[in-house]
């Protein structure tokens, strides 16, 4: 269908100089029309009283035409059988004016893209989803900032709008009639982040923070040689039944190639288990009894294909792995798995010579399992790539004597390397001494067969066994492998594939972790692995002594970090600001000491049946964050101040919740002030303490109170007025998953008491926590967040907690734990401030106010028939 619509293409002297007095003989039309009697007629039909729309509506309908008017449409060969142009006669001025025309043309084209009603959109009411892997990727391109007003809601109807008239132009007739609206603006699409991440950040990095002057290096030292391990005969992360997803994509089936020796193992089947090497009582030596002296057998070498069940442990690391191997002697090729196949490794000896190298590591950080490969090709093999793997080179060990053991008389060989000072892998000015011994049994001819290898470092600077590690080798069996096992097929095994580059030592480590525990020396990538994070976190050590223990502990730590991820645990590690520091370092940023209550605590309001009919109708998740009641990550420093940060954070929640403005309040005055009340200020204190102060003085806002500092310094209580007081604090039902999610929802982010001190914890990137190494029972919890929601995985539901270890630690400050398994103990001793009417004495400048519809429109549980949206729920809106 074709409109018309009005061009004023040309006026014959009347534009500026005003109306023209026009006689009847007077030529109407700027453009020479070849038909006069046809321009006649259609003067005689547009006379003065035919407003601009009948004029447009009879072009339309063809009615303006008569059948002579056939004449000049042919003549011009218009498509549609119309004219090209249509004259037209302006009357202006009024009644003396008398004989004053303005001639034009209207000249007829389609208008279908001016369509008024094709600008308004329905109006999208869908609710905002609670995203949760929130910092996984960072964004392509940064998403468009919304407006501060909100968007019309304009309703469409669909019934009617087809058969509304698309008026473009307005006559005399129609002066009574409303003008046309104009079209609203598109609605802003929304962000493709979650409100409560500050867009405008998200392309920085987050701040790195930094430490002030250590201890002297003497002290560090002995701090460094006071440090003991953990658990070091077990994995980085240990596993319940809670963990229901798949982790084990392939089984270590040691029959999977032909066995054509017997095994043979250093330990009998009793203490053959993961944990065996837990039965020695020191670590760093390895006690052999008294050895027979003989004469020297000839040179041992492995040159039998062989499958090995071993186990490795680095005790300063704190953690045992285990690994089988396989490896072909007529080929070189090898491949590895770690933790029953959680990762792979494939060494693979190429028909033109060449070494293809391959990892597949399973990656369970995000919602899905992802097997993620790194894939390298060296164009030329050596010595060094045939070699098997987790077996030092026997060519450069001595021959030291022999042992009795169940399986027969063993043979010790040992190997002494002592470099010169900050050579081969020592820190500056630091002499390592290597002791390496290899227990084996001798096979036929000089074929052997391994059952243990340790490995001791002495430092000129740390001392005696400052590291070491050793392999034990459960079992042993020669084998007749297909080449076909050691050759992967990468689309079937891959879900995505890093190309990366042998000769870095970086991604070699990657594609054969075990090398770096056969060197005779220290693995040289940690000279620059130490050079590239004292750059990146900018640190100055004071001499020689501490840049040795530095060093050290950052080595121990990737170590860690590295294997743990090769667990294929639901949560990914990584190194960050800490990876330096000392476990009594560490120690300050938790700070919480467990003293008895000097005020009661109420008791949780929902009984256990009440809790059981309430879980039904909670959601899957529930996040405070983008509904504006939590305020941004904090860096509490190297004062043990965590409590105060977690109380200031509950209060926040529970003002917002019954104001709807977020107001950031002070954990410096908490630290400075809360003395009276058992507060210990940077010396660690119970939450109960912080709830004490708070009900009777009073918190003040963050920006009203002196600034944040990682010190204790003189109160100003009197000087800042408080912004709230709370009327007291509740205890949430311990041991509840369903306490603790309606406690958090129904009343404020809550308070709760984990472990912080594995190492799991320290180094956590993202995903979902979930370790057994993690202390659960309350006596040995030491470090207070703030629960603000909780989300869920594969079934299995897990709380978001916000730390105060800055933006630069996990998911921009915060960490997912699992819910069910109680991870580091959060479900020990949850607590929440209880906010009443009149406790909430001003409202300060700089409070942010949220609209209803950012707060009250998630669809994430049934809301009660009745209630005002933007209103606090009826479970915590107290009756005043």
Request: with cysteine.
């Amino acid at each position: 269908m074709w409109v018309s619509a009005l061009v004023a293409l040309a006026c014959l002297g009347v534009a500026i100089a005003g109306p023209t007095e026009l006689n009847s003989g007077a030529n109407l039309n700027p453009v020479e029309v070849p038909y006069a009697s046809d321009q006649v007629e259609l003067r005689e039909k547009r006379t003065p009283g035919r407003s601009w729309v009948q004029v447009l509506t009879a072009y339309d309908s063809g009615e303006d035409d008569d059948e002579e008017d056939d004449k000049p449409r042919r003549k011009h060969g218009h498509a549609a059988d119309r004219p090209l142009y249509l004259p037209l006669e302006l009357p202006i001025g009024g009644s003396r004016s008398r004989g004053r025309i303005l001639p034009l043309l209207v000249l007829p084209f389609s208008a279908g893209a001016f369509h008024r009603t094709s600008h308004l959109k329905e109006y999208d009411d869908r609710p905002d989803q609670d995203n949760e892997n929130y910092y996984e990727e960072s964004p392509t391109q940064r998403p468009r900032r919304p407006t501060s007003r909100p968007p019309i809601r304009r309703p469409v109807d669909r019934d009617h709008q087809s058969e509304k008239p698309d008026k473009i132009c307005s006559g005399p007739d129609d002066a009574t009639s409303p003008p046309p609206r104009k079209p609203s603006k598109t609605r802003p699409k929304k962000p493709q982040y979650p409100s409560y991440i500050r867009v405008d950040q998200l392309d920085q990095t987050a701040a790195k923070p930094s430490f002030g002057k250590t201890a002297s290096s003497k002290d560090l030292v002995e701090k460094f040689r006071a440090q003991a391990p953990e658990s070091p005969g077990s994995p980085p992360a240990l596993f319940s039944e809670y963990d229901g997803s798949e982790r084990v994509p392939q089984t270590d089936n040691t029959d999977e190639v032909q066995v054509v020796a017997p095994s043979h193992s250093v330990t009998n089947n009793s203490t053959t288990s993961r944990n065996s090497f837990q039965t020695q009582q020191n670590y760093y030596t390895t006690s052999f009894g008294t050895g027979v002296r003989s004469r020297e057998p000839m040179r041992p070498h492995f040159n039998r294909s062989l499958v090995l069940q071993g186990q490795l442990t680095v005790p300063r690391a704190d953690f045992t792995e285990t690994y089988t191997s396989w490896y072909d002697a007529k080929s070189g090729s090898a491949r590895v798995n770690f933790y029953g196949g959680s990762t792979s490794t494939y060494r693979t000896m190429m028909p033109d010579g060449s070494v293809q190298r391959l990892e597949m590591r399973v990656d369970r950080s995000g919602e899905g399992q992802v097997r993620r490969c790194g894939k390298a090709v060296s164009q030329q093999s050596t010595q060094v790539d045939r070699a098997p793997p987790a077996l030092p080179d026997l060519e450069l060990f001595t021959f030291a004597g022999y042992e009795q053991t169940e399986g027969g008389r063993a043979e010790r060989w040992r190997l002494t390397e002592t470099p010169r000072a900050g050579e081969r892998g020592g820190a500056r000015g630091e002499a390592l001494t290597l002791r390496h011994e290899l227990l084996l049994l001798r096979a036929q001819g000089d074929s052997a067969r391994p059952l243990r290898y340790t490995v001791n470092i002495d430092s000129s600077v740390l001392g005696a066994d400052c590291d070491g590690y050793q392999h034990l080798y459960l079992d042993a069996r020669e084998i007749d492998p297909d080449s076909v096992f050691f050759t992967p097929n990468i689309d079937e095994l891959c879900d995505f594939v890093q190309p990366l580059n042998a000769s870095s030592a970086e991604h070699l480590a990657r594609l054969e972790p075990l090398l770096e525990f056969t060197l005779p020396h220290r693995d040289l990538r940690y000279d620059e692995a130490f050079q590239r994070f004292k750059t990146e976190y900018n640190r100055q050590y004071a001499d020689n002594t501490e840049e040795a223990v530095r060093k050290n502990l950052l080595m121990q730590h990737l170590r860690f970090i590295r294997s743990g991820n090769r667990e294929g645990a639901t949560f990914e590690l990584a190194p960050n600001y800490l990876a330096d520091r000392l476990d009594e370092e560490l120690e300050e940023l938790r700070g919480l000491q467990l003293s008895p209550e000097n005020t009661r605590a109420e008791t949780f309001p929902h009984t256990r049946d009440s809790l059981q009919k309430e879980e039904a109708n909670l959601p899957d998740r529930f996040d405070w964050r983008p509904r504006g009641a939590v305020s941004p990550v904090r860096y509490q420093g190297s004062c043990a101040s965590c409590w105060a940060f977690a109380v200031a954070g509950a209060v926040e929640g529970a003002l917002f919740v019954r104001t709807r403005r977020l107001v950031p309040l002070s954990e410096k005055c908490l630290v400075d002030c809360a003395h009276p009340f058992g507060g210990n200020g940077c010396k660690g204190t119970w939450p109960s303490h912080a709830y004490d102060y708070v009900q009777n003085r009073g918190l003040p806002a963050l920006e009203e109170y002196p600034e944040y500092k990682e010190k204790v310094d003189t109160c100003q209580e009197k000087n800042v007025r408080p912004v709230t007081r709370i009327s007291g604090h509740v205890n949430v039902t311990a041991n509840s998953v369903t306490a603790l999610k309606v406690a958090i929802r129904q009343h404020a982010p809550s308070v709760v008491i984990i472990d912080a001190k594995a190492k799991s914890f320290v180094f956590y990137k993202k995903g979902v926590l979930y370790d057994d190494r993690c202390a659960k029972t309350p006596k040995k919890l030491n470090h207070a967040v703030l629960a603000v929601g909780w989300g869920q995985r594969k079934g299995e539901p897990h709380f978001i907690l916000k730390n105060s270890w800055s933006e630069a630690w996990g998911e921009r400050g915060y960490v997912r734990v699992q819910a069910r398994a109680n991870t580091c103990g959060v479900l020990a001793r949850p607590s929440y401030p209880r906010i009443q009417g009149d406790d909430i004495l001003r409202d300060p400048q700089g409070s942010i106010r949220v609209r209803p519809r950012e707060t009250d429109d998630y669809e994430d549980a049934p809301r009660a028939r009745g209630a005002r949206a933007g209103a606090p729920d009826a479970d915590y809106d107290d009756q005043d």
